[in-house]
């Protein structure tokens, strides 16, 4: 998936938008035979089940060809600790990504975690609020894959700097039209597309970084 790495990567964890909509809708029913702890246990028991089942049809790469050791120049670099985790770390845009992340990591969630009570605090509906996260899982499903589509075509750094200054955007937005129930609405899709978008990048970008410097 060289090319097509975000989109690979965006229908991979589609299933943790589209999780919610199963679960949620037979939560309640499980709940009732089996209890909370009962749906966790089974819950976890799937997850080892499905990766320990995927993980059968792992297989490594192709090897290259063995090449004939050459013997090391004096005015030529060391290549034995190539594609080490220390060699990728000195690379300054790895860092940068990584301090990027980080900061993000911070508070990307928090706007998401709290539409609910925020839609309550601005005197709608509980049914209402419940609405929002709806909404907020429907475009984490439906518009992952087109937007990591797109950086595919325009560029995966690109895209996701340019979706995660749209986030920015919307928060402010938000902050300033949040009574109009339709702009919020509006938001819970968009929000969820995007942090679905961001969230399918990510392990695309370190990837794309240490494969734009030989010799890794």
């Given at each position: 998936?060289?090319?097509?790495?975000?989109v690979?990567?965006?229908?991979g964890?589609?299933?943790a938008?589209?999780?919610?909509?199963?679960?949620?809708?037979?939560?309640?029913?499980?709940?009732?035979?089996?209890?909370?702890?009962?749906?966790?246990?089974?819950?976890?028991?799937?997850?080892?089940?499905?990766?320990?089942?995927?993980a059968?049809?792992?297989?490594?790469?192709?090897?290259?060809?063995?090449?004939?050791?050459a013997?090391?120049?004096?005015?030529?670099?060391?290549?034995?600790?190539?594609?080490?985790?220390?060699?990728?770390?000195?690379?300054?845009?790895?860092?940068?990504?990584?301090?990027?992340?980080?900061l993000?990591?911070?508070?990307?969630?928090?706007?998401?975690?709290?539409?609910?009570?925020f839609?309550?605090?601005?005197?709608?509906?509980?049914?209402?609020?419940?609405?929002?996260?709806?909404?907020?899982?429907?475009?984490?499903?439906?518009?992952?894959?087109?937007?990591?589509?797109?950086?595919?075509?325009?560029?995966?750094?690109?895209?996701?700097?340019?979706v995660?200054?749209?986030?920015v955007?919307a928060d402010?937005v938000?902050?300033?039209?949040?009574?109009?129930?339709?702009?919020?609405l509006?938001?819970s899709?968009?929000?969820?597309?995007?942090?679905?978008?961001l969230?399918?990048?990510?392990?695309?970008?370190?990837?794309?970084e240490?494969?734009?410097?030989?010799?890794?």
């Amino acid at each position: 998936f060289s090319s097509k790495r975000a989109v690979a990567s965006g229908i991979g964890n589609t299933g943790a938008a589209a999780g919610p909509f199963l679960f949620g809708a037979l939560w309640s029913a499980m709940s009732a035979e089996h209890g909370w702890r009962g749906n966790v246990r089974m819950l976890a028991a799937g997850d080892l089940l499905v990766l320990c089942g995927a993980a059968v049809f792992l297989t490594p790469p192709t090897a290259a060809p063995a090449q004939p050791a050459a013997q090391p120049q004096d005015d030529q670099p060391d290549k034995s600790n190539a594609g080490s985790l220390a060699a990728v770390w000195k690379l300054p845009q790895i860092r940068r990504l990584c301090l990027a992340i980080f900061l993000m990591g911070l508070g990307v969630w928090v706007p998401a975690v709290h539409l609910l009570q925020f839609a309550r605090d601005r005197g709608f509906s509980a049914l209402d609020a419940e609405r929002l996260l709806f909404a907020l899982a429907i475009g984490s499903t439906a518009l992952r894959v087109p937007l990591t589509y797109v950086a595919d075509k325009l560029g995966r750094k690109r895209v996701f700097t340019a979706v995660l200054l749209s986030y920015v955007c919307a928060d402010i937005v938000l902050v300033v039209a949040a009574d109009h129930y339709a702009v919020m609405l509006a938001y819970s899709l968009l929000v969820g597309g995007m942090i679905g978008c961001l969230l399918s990048l990510m392990p695309t970008l370190p990837a794309d970084e240490v494969g734009a410097h030989e010799p890794f």
